[in-house]
């Protein structure tokens, strides 16, 4: 069985994830992906580096409960996510979440809540510099609405 979960200071490839998340099982008809990248642009402030920190081995764990309850969710046969921590750049990939499935329908939905449920509790703190220096970033509101359109309540924001 692939390991579900990598943090990685280093970059990934979309089509090497996909291709070992893929690997052996004939049972697949769909694939959902989403990549998040890092903006030079956030709450109307220019962005020229964004800084992610975790907490090894609480990280992942708190990952793998989140594919678990996608697994318990969703009809899906894998997924995977990457997420990368360290200084990063604008255009930079941040992190991918990949769903395999037999159907489309289920791929994009358990996709869309693993990212909606990674944006809200997964313990990564993000610190941007700005022109203005460092600062931490907060979370917002709409993610926390977007994870409650899933059934969970978050007061992050």
Known sequence: MPVRVLITTGDFNLADEIETLRASDKRIGAVCSFIGTVRDRNDGQNVSS?????????TEKSIEAMIDEAMKRFDIFGARVVHRVGLLQPLDQVVMVAVTSSHRGESFKACEFLMDYLKTQAPFWKKEQTAEGARWVDARVTDDAALARWGIQAGNA
């Open 50 to 58: 964004m800084e992610l920190e975790h907490y090894p081995g609480m």
